[in-house]
């Protein structure tokens, strides 16, 4: 058992989100940052679907009721276990009563947003409609389909003293905004596939979007993020469309040509226009680009796109083999 | 609406596909062709779900495919081959109280139309109201055949929150809320169903193909 301790606005329990329930009008909703909560579960021992506390802010303190392994990955934040710093993107042991606490993310070219602390076995919450994601606007999933709140109490699926064996002390793997950079001319990046209205906006627009840098503005959160550009987006024409699923990572624009993008939470239908869609290999890198950050987004092909979604299981695999030689080598130590 | 000749089909990332069909307007027929092609591609290996829209379909990957080309290929030519199907649906009624505090902007549909609010509570129960497709949050449906009459634009500033069984038109359109949150619609009055519960293995009251006929419980002038 956790409790929570110290607590900001939206924190949620997360998984991989919710697949298959579009045609009821419910939305993905999942981690924000994928890869870190797929890490976060392998450092444990996890299968891929176990679920885990996304933190966005800070600080958060919770209190550990008894012997339990966690993880913690995503942000660098400065966390500390009774004030006894802790390394980033590591599994370790934390006894009864002892207080984990992460700091804001810790500032720098590579300060990512959001924090991921993964149980045994995953958070213990039902699974509602095939997921244990919250999703916010239905108000189910999650705990009691609701942000956490301070005296929260949390279970590990897996049981608090099942602590995978070989995984007491610490290890830390190259988080992936180190081992898959992407920028362009020095800025953060993330990869566009152009959407069915892309053809539809001016030879500047193009040039503004696919050639400035995009600023993630204060009214960005996990529904969406809305962009600041020094030039707005125009169509050649005002379009006028009928409702249409959209999925995260569309890339939308209201009549203001400033660009929305969805994320996890964003609903299932949508009627702007879409100028393109941030692949899907590339979200992550969105979910911990924190506010006020500035964006480049690059154009890419289908082939590419998927080379990419590729390359982050390539990374993920690398992973899960140091985890296990890890986990050996302190079996035989 | 911006009509489309010929029927389109775009990628959204690689998260998924969609198909739209052509046609100045939405149609019932046309959304009946949407269903057919919905179930038959539903069938394909690389489609995780397939969603209808309104007289268009989102096609979810199970797994993306490499050869796009080809998928977007064999979806032209199903929807060439699949004839429409009318859905037997259920018919559900819901019993509305238009206008007072559930109906806060049916002034507004007033000013707009020119309307007395009599004849606006008449044009709208009158209708057998189709779901064409389901969206926007869990439950919600989206609803054909609502007369133009009493279109109205959606709002300047969307309202932060409405509540559940809020009943609302925005623009040429109208539906039922089915949780509390944010709507740009203009809301009319208020029901008391339940459209949804997610410890259902089917969720939604209410699916494509379904009707519903809005009974006036009440009006508050």
Request: hydrophobic content about 40%; proline content about 8%.
């Amino acid at each position: 058992m956790i409790e929570v301790i110290t607590v900001g606005a939206l924190t949620t329990v997360q998984d991989r989100g919710r697949y298959g329930c579009l045609r009821w009008g419910v939305g993905t909703a999942g981690a924000m940052d994928g890869v870190a909560l797929a890490a976060g579960n392998l450092l444990l021992g996890n299968d891929a679907d176990g679920a885990a506390i996304e933190v966005q802010v800070f600080p958060f303190r919770v209190r550990f009721h008894e012997a339990t392994a966690f993880a913690l990955t995503g942000a660098d934040c400065d966390a500390t276990l009774d004030g006894l710093p802790l390394m980033p993107w590591s599994a370790c042991t934390a006894q009864a009563g002892q207080e984990l606490r992460l700091a804001a993310p810790r500032p720098g070219p590579a300060r990512s947003s959001r924090a991921y602390l993964c149980l045994p076995g995953g958070v213990d919450v039902p699974l509602v409609l095939h997921s244990r994601s919250t999703q916010l606007r239905g108000a189910f999933g999650g705990l009691d389909g609701q942000p956490l709140q301070r005296g929260d109490r949390l279970r590990a699926a897996g049981g608090m003293a099942e602590m995978p064996s070989g995984m007491l002390g610490q290890m830390g793997l190259v988080p992936p905004e180190l081992a898959l950079p992407l920028k362009r001319d020095g800025c953060a990046a993330v990869r566009v596939l152009p959407a069915a209205e892309y053809s539809r906006y001016t030879a500047d627009s193009h040039a503004a979007f696919w050639g400035s840098e995009w600023k993630i503005t204060p009214q960005s959160d996990r529904y969406g993020y809305r962009f600041a550009g020094e030039q707005p987006l125009r169509a050649i024409a005002p379009m006028e469309m009928r409702s249409h699923g959209i999925v995260p990572g569309v890339i939308q624009v209201p009549p203001d040509g400033q660009p929305i993008v969805q994320m996890r939470d964003a609903q299932p239908t949508g009627g702007y226009p879409k100028i393109g869609t941030v692949i899907e290999a590339d979200l992550w890198r969105l979910g911990q680009a924190p506010i006020g950050s500035r964006v480049r987004f690059i154009e890419t092909t289908w082939d590419a796109a998927l080379d990419a979604l590729d390359e982050v299981q390539a990374w993920l695999a690398d992973a899960a083999r140091q985890i296990a030689l890890h986990r050996r080598t302190r079996s035989a130590a | 609406m911006t009509a489309l000749h010929e029927p389109m089909v775009s990628v959204l990332g690689t998260t998924a596909v969609l198909f739209e069909a052509p046609g100045a307007e939405m149609t019932l027929e046309t959304q009946r062709h949407i269903w057919s092609l919905a179930r038959e591609v539903e069938r394909w290996h690389e489609v995780l779900e397939a969603v209808p829209g309104m007289n268009n379909l989102m096609l979810a990957f199970a797994r993306p495919p490499r050869d796009i080309a080809g998928l977007q290929q064999r979806l032209l030519e199903a929807w060439d081959a699949v004839p429409p199907t009318a859905l037997q649906g259920r018919l559900i009624e819901l019993p509305v109280t238009y206008g007072g505090d559930g109906g806060p902007h049916m002034a507004d549909v007033v000013a707009h139309t020119g309307l007395g609010v009599d004849d606006i509570v008449e044009l709208h129960s009158s209708p057998t109201y189709p779901v064409f497709a389901l969206g926007s949050h869990p439950g919600y449906c989206y609803l054909g055949g609502m007369n133009p009459r009493i279109a109205t634009p959606r709002r300047q500033q969307p309202v932060l929150r409405i509540p559940g069984g809020a009943v609302s038109i925005g623009g040429f359109q109208t539906g039922v809320s089915a949780s509390p949150g944010p709507s740009g619609w203009n809301t009319i009055g208020s029901t008391r169903m339940s459209f949804f519960d997610p410890t259902q293995e089917m969720p939604a009251l209410l699916q494509p193909g379904d009707s519903i006929k809005f009974r006036i419980e009440k009006v508050i002038r």
